[in-house]
């Protein structure tokens, strides 16, 4: 496993296990198999209806827990610095520890007046140590902006979906100036069209490699965090075997090309579901 240090000296594994969309009866047995396949940092949210499951598999002490590394995110409808505070215990409390690595605002609607008072929550917790890191998801340069002039602790990461056809330079640019890390979210769009990319897949003949090898080891080169999801067996042992081959920077460049600004998820600005 590669690990990187985010902007307040806390480590972090730069390769995850989401689990979106991951049942909560079947969370506890995917999770304890990510574990045993190598993979340290654990990406699951309020909304996933899966913390239960997720803190199953925790509670097996397969690996020390200071070994893991557990984001949760706080949901749309508990925004604002009250209802932050009893969403964050109710987390904590389903997934059965007392505390998480990381703390993120999943959105920053459905009303962009809470977001800094919900942040200043995040802010508050972090102090308690109660989240070893706190940050966002789906935040645009404005939504940091905001952030950075009303709030104290800068975000350590911003979760937001990044894969060949949606890079976020901009974005990228924009934290690595602050210090902020990017998140990679659907890295394989979900599972969709990138991984047939023409391009991609002649990388991965050329590698000896799959094309989604190829995509997560654009993103560990790209220096972001990537937190791929699957309940295949097989595909979770793929997913982290990405440490043994190197993209060049031709390679890299023809990635590059791919960009096309195509979102599979919502777009920030009009994501306004509770
Ligand atoms: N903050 C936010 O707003 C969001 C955060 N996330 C986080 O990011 C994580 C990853 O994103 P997600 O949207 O789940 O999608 P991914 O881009 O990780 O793709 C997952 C899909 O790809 C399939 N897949 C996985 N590995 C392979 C492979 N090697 N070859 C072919 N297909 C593969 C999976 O199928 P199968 O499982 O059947 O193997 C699944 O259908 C989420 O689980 C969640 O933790 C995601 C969306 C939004
Ligand atoms: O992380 C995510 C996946 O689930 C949510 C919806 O149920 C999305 O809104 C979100 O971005």
Known sequence: MQYITLNNGIRTPQLGYGVWKVPNEE???????????????????????????????????????????????????D????????????????????????????????????????????????????????????????HLERILNECEVVPAVNQVECHPYLQQNELKDFCKKHGIYIEAYSPLMNGTKVLEDPVIKELAEQHGKTPAQVILRWQLQTDVIVIPKTVTPSRMKENIDIFDFELSEGDMEKIAALDRGERHNADPNEMHFR
């Open 79 to 142: 925004q604002g610095y009250e209802n932050t505070l009893k969403a964050f215990d109710e987390s904590l409390e389903k997934l059965g520890i007392d505390y998480v690595d990381l703390y993120l605002i999943h959105w920053p609607t459905p009303n962009f007046d809470q977001y800094v008072d919900t942040y200043k929550a995040l802010e508050k917790i972090y102090k308690d140590g109660r989240a070893k890191a706190i940050g966002v998801c789906n935040f645009e340069i404005e």
């Open 27 to 77: 969370a506890a047995n995917a999770v304890e198999q990510a574990i045993q396949a190598g993979y340290r940092l654990i990406d699951t949210a309020m909304i996933y209806k899966n913390e239960v499951g997720v803190g199953e598999a925790l509670a097996k002490n397969i690996v020390p827990r200071e070994e893991l590394f557990i984001t949760t995110k706080v949901w749309n409808a």
